[in-house]
Structures are given as structure tokens and as C-alpha cells.
């Protein structure tokens, strides 16, 4: 049976998302590799995450919604790619969508909201890094103009394996 497609909006994230977006994120903590967190979060630990992605600057948090229910749907975020000041103008991105919203074209709509803010910003480089294998988040990147720049082979382990990193950029 096909799924009825809704209008979806896309805007900054504001303190009143975290219960949603906590409970997104915490599904990919949960059930896959996509994240190397490996305990769930209560919103009160994920506030000073969310806190640090304001509505301006290089660091942003955008939400997609659905425009008639008001339900989170998903997010992206560009992030410090490293503390060290020389790195300033380089964020790390990253989407993730609600486990039954894929395939509905969310994460292009989030990046494409999402590099649009960074368009004014100073950002030189935008930086991802996806857990392997992940076919879906390569296909989105590469959308998006990223190219792969290397890979961190068995760099992290969770559920009992080790998983491959494959890094890839954009220019901004």
C-alpha cells in the first residue's frame, strides 16, 4: 500500500524539539552503527547539545516537520569539525531521520536548508562521517557534492564488531 505524502517544512530547531529529537537520535543509539554512542540519553543530556546549535552562525540545527501534524520528522546539524582554532571554518554535518520517514526525501530537504544557512556563514569546508556500510548516507552526500576522502578502518566497535569510517567532504 503507498504511503501518502505530506508537505514537509524545514526550520531551525528550538528548545521545545529536544523530546522528539532525543527520541530519534536515541533510536539510531539503540538499533545501529550509524552512531557510536552506545547508552541512550535522557532530553536533559541531549539540552546542552541542542544549546549549541543556535538559529545563526556556523553551527545550526535544521527540523523537518511535518507541515500538517507539526511531527518531527528529522534533523541536521553542522557542527566544530575539531576544537583547535585553526579549524574554525570547517563544521562536521550530520542527518538523521525519524526511523519511519525515510525514503520520503527528508535528508536532501535538511541539507539543502541547511547548507543554504551555511552560505553566508564562514565555512570553508563541510565534513561527514559515515559508519559503514550505509548505501543511503552515501547516495545523500554524494547529492550534496561531497566527495570520499578517505576511510578509518575498524575505528569504532559496537555490538560486539568493529565498523569502518568513511570520511567525505564538500566545499562550501
Known sequence: ????????????GAEGDLDALTTIYNHYVRETAITFDTAIFTPEERRP??????EDG??????????????ILG?????????????????EVSVYVAPDAGRRGIGSL???AL???LGAEDVH??????????????????????????????????FGRYWDVAWYEKEL
Open 58 to 71: 556556523p553551527h545550526r540545527l535544521m527540523v523537518a516537520t511535518d507541515a500538517e501534524s507539526q511531527e
Open 115 to 117: 547548507f543554504k544557512a
Open 49 to 54: 547539545w541542542l544549546l549549541s546549535h543556535p
Open 125 to 158: 569546508r563541510a565534513y561527514a562521517g559515515i559508519a559503514q556500510p550505509n548505501e543511503a548516507s552515501e547516495r545523500l552526500h554524494a547529492r550534496f557534492d561531497f566527495r570520499h576522502v578517505g576511510t578509518y578502518r575498524e575505528v569504532g566497535r559496537k
Open 75 to 91: 534533523y541536521a546539524t553542522s557542527s566544530p569539525y575539531r576544537p583547535k582554532p585553526a579549524y574554525v571554518t570547517s563544521v
Open 1 to 12: 500500500m503507498p504511503t501518502e505524502r505530506t508537505e514537509v517544512q524545514v526550520r531551525p
Open 110 to 112: 535538511l541539507y539543502d
